[in-house]
């Protein structure tokens, strides 16, 4: 049996960010922000680009800045052959190099997919319920005190954006409670650019430990 491969070293007193309340996965949007990427290599033209042309839709000037800023921050995260993929891979493609690039920039994700659902597939218990949500919020309040001191609008907001962004990723469906959980297909092509950059994230999806490098 082959060794258990260690998770991503995260520091784990860095203070969660919230910013991810401003767009959820939004896989078609970040395939735009990528593509501009590609074309120019530059995020700043990037950014000047998206905003000036509103390539992202939004409503309005400042929900545009959010929803760009945010997506921006989290595809900087991702190498060139991750950013190729979500610029010209499939729907399914898309959707895992969007969450990939979220979960690497928005560690609250990362641990809860990685930590929480996991191990309820692990223990044959696909359905999230909202004791499963509290019960990680409380774990993490003891060394992410920022959690305590969110408003309870901006608490129910970061738990709805984050089922969205489960639900986007394909890792959550509607259900029984909060919804099913399920481990999302990655194509060979999604394996290969997670793996050639680091394994370990494949725990963000739903991925056990024992097989991260075999897959």
């Known amino acids: 049996m082959p060794p258990a491969v260690p998770l991503i070293s995260l520091d784990r007193s860095t203070p969660f ?9 939004r896989p078609e949007l970040a395939r735009i ?3 501009h990427y590609l074309q120019t290599r530059n995020w700043t033209v990037v950014k000047n680009r998206i905003l000036s042309s509103n390539a992202l839709q939004a409503r309005t000037q400042s929900s545009a800045i959010r929803m760009e800023r945010e997506l921006r921050n989290r595809l900087a995260m ?3 052959g991750q950013l190729t993929l979500l610029a010209t891979g499939t729907a399914e493609d898309r959707n895992a190099m969007a969450w990939l690039g979220a979960i690497k920039h928005v560690s609250f994700a990362f641990e809860f997919a990685s930590e929480v659902l996991r191990e309820k597939l692990a223990l ?3 359905i999230l319920r909202p004791s499963d949500y509290e019960s990680f919020i409380d774990h993490k309040s003891v060394s992410h005190p920022e959690l305590a001191k969110l408003k309870s609008t901006s608490k ?7 089922l969205r962004m489960l639900t986007e990723a394909e890792i959550l469906t509607e259900g029984t409670a909060l919804g099913t959980i399920s481990r999302p297909l990655l194509s060979p092509l999604a394996v290969k650019v997670i793996n050639s950059d680091d394994s370990g ?8 430990d024992i097989e991260i490098g075999l897959v």
């Open 33 to 35: 922000v990528a593509e």
């Open 78 to 80: 991702l190498t060139e």
């Open 201 to 208: 994230w494949l725990a963000g999806f739903l991925v056990p």
């Open 156 to 162: 129910y907001k970061v738990r709805q954006i984050l």
């Open 17 to 25: 960010s919230f910013s991810f309340m401003a767009a959820s996965l």
């Open 124 to 126: 044959q218990d696909p």
